[in-house]
């Protein structure tokens, strides 16, 4: 399957020359398309990776703006209310052993509604991911707290995001949308390396597990198990109020 999708983006590109290639990846497919001018990236393990980016590109990576249109900005005015704070939910990645699970963000859901009266949840991530985490949540948490987003496009997500209050997630893609929102980000990390891709930005904190990453370096993740289960839901609630996040 991973070869196939290679082959899948080799025909699909081969036969167009291309201004310009900007390749994260550092992959061989850079090398064999015709182009005019290309870059590509070779990450490190040393530095976080939006300062690899920024000395890379030779521009501030760390202040990007996510365009989002008139009408994704309309629909949201019609959704979000003043009387509210929103809290953005991701219970979603691409790895198991790096995903805290749904219960445990059932949890802290109930906890941080227990302090907080007056927040919503809105719950993002693919239609892929809705399947498993969604109803779980709606069999336990009010649906008149819930708006769902899962399956939303990035920009209408960045919409929502941009006029939350706190996103609360597992180390994924829309953890960076959400610091690229301008949002407070909580990511929750195991196995993978804060170091590197900890959210970055003004209000912006890392929970992580009682192992740090050198623990997970050396041994190896089984590949349909969650190694995140000593993150408890209460140093998240402490760190949202030591921190005045809502």
């Known amino acids: 399957k991973y070869n196939l999708h290679w082959f899948k983006i080799i025909k699909n590109c081969f036969f167009t020359k291309w201004d310009i290639i900007i390749d994260f990846r550092s992959s061989m ?8 001018k290309k870059f590509i990236f070779k990450k490190n393990n040393i530095s976080h990776h939006l300062d690899q980016l920024t000395n ?11 365009h989002i249109s008139d009408e994704e900005v309309k629909e949201v005015e019609k959704t ?22 749904v219960k445990n963000f059932i949890k802290l ?5 227990q302090d907080y009266s007056n927040v919503k949840f809105i719950i993002v ?18 649906k008149n707290d819930i708006i769902d987003l899962m399956g939303a496009s ?20 829309l953890m960076h949308l959400s610091t690229a929102s301008n949002l407070a980000t909580i990511g929750l990390f195991g196995p993978t ?9 003004i209000s912006c904190f890392v929970v992580r597990t009682k192992e740090d990453y050198e623990y997970f370096k050396r041994n190896i993740c089984e590949p349909n198990k969650s190694y995140m289960q000593s993150i408890n839901e209460k140093s998240i609630i402490g760190l949202i109020q030591k921190n005045k996040l809502l």
């Not at 890379?56 to 996510?66: E, P, R, S, T």
């Open 193 to 201: 390396d804060d170091k590197i891709y900890a959210p970055k930005g």
């Open 109 to 113: 859901m109930k906890n941080i509604k």
């Open 154 to 173: 990035l920009t209408l997500t960045s919409a929502y995001m941009k006029k939350s209050d706190l996103f609360i997630g597992n180390d994924s893609g």
């Open 56 to 66: 890379f590109f030779k521009f501030d990576c760390f202040n990007l703006m996510i």
């Open 29 to 36: 497919i850079s090398y064999v398309l015709f182009h005019r």
């Open 125 to 142: 991530g693919s239609l892929f991911e809705k399947k498993y985490y969604f109803q779980n949540v709606i069999n336990e948490i009010n």
């Open 80 to 101: 979000i209310s003043k009387q509210f704070k929103y809290v953005v939910i991701c219970p979603g990645g691409n790895w198991k052993p790096k995903l805290w699970g």
